[in-house]
């Protein structure tokens, strides 16, 4: 059945592709990916697909549009090339920040996206620790949603001593992900009482919990500008924590993030490889985990007709 499955990678992180197909046993499809002189994106597929369980891995990165154009044209042609079943792997689904309308006379964003994606020919979507569950909703395909706690909970365990730590969310938002985190670990939780003044900017508050003496794990879907990871750093500084730790999904790292991260009092930092941390975002105190054994497990599991959620009993 494996001569079935074709694993495809656009642009955006070609690397953890090439992993999850090294896992899987399987070689990593042919695709070309070009651009004709008045910058239109051409795909051309370049092996035969036709009845076959193909598999495409694109993260919504930096440049966002154009990795998401990719991706459609690639789903779009794969299509055409009568390929049986089409999963779209998104390994890091970036609008899933626009999953509301909190202001007047905006596009809920996330929603756009899912339709776009079924639109262009995706059968089915898998993905991993999305900003907002209730974007699972947003897709009128099957959603495949994959979490990196697991992975980083295993790290923590491994490397630190669990018996004074504590869980640690940024905000009231974040408590349920900071949760399954805690009692992945069997460890206590912590909430920051958070306001959020701009995307880029944060006020902070009291603590809500026991972090005196301890060490403090902060918990989080994604670190972009890390605004938030500084503000709450400071703010467990303040409140009297031993030491200081941080673990997310998703390596986001934009903006200025690796400036104030570099200088933050923070001890550590764990992210995955949903996004390509590029060797000039790399530091120190930076740990990037593979999260291509989860997903090469989830894709086979997918292609067999086997549970996904069972990778996570």
Known sequence: MKNALKVFACNANDALAGEICHRL??????????????????VQILENVRE???????????PVSDHIME???????????SAQRITAVIPYYSYARSDKKDK?????????MADMLVTAGANRVLTMDLHADQVHGFFSVPVDHLTAIPVIAEHFR?????SDMVAVATDAGGAKRAGRFSERLGIPMAIIDKRRISDTTVKQGQV???????????????????????????????????????????????????????????DSIVVTNTVRVAPEKRFDKLTVLTIAPLFAAAIERIHSGASVGALFA
């Not at 007047?104 to 964003?109: E, H, N, Q, V, Y």
């Open 104 to 112: 007047p006379r905006i596009s809920i964003t996330g929603r756009l």
């Open 208 to 266: 809500i919990g026991e972090v005196s003496g301890r060490d403090a794990v902060i918990f989080e879907d994604e670190i972009s500008t890390a605004g938030t990871l500084v503000s709450t750093i400071e703010t467990l500084r303040a409140a009297g924590a031993r030491s200081i730790h941080a673990g997310a999904a998703h390596g986001v790292l934009c903006g200025p993030a690796i400036e104030r991260l570099r200088v933050a009092p923070i």
């Open 71 to 81: 991706l459609l044209i690639t789903l779009d042609a794969l299509r055409s090339a």
């Open 25 to 42: 046993g399987v070689p990593l499809s042919q695709l070309e990916i070009s651009r004709f002189s008045n910058d239109n994106l051409h």
């Open 52 to 62: 076959r369980d193909v598999f495409v891995v694109q993260s919504f990165t930096a």
């Open 158 to 162: 491994q490397h630190y001593d669990l």
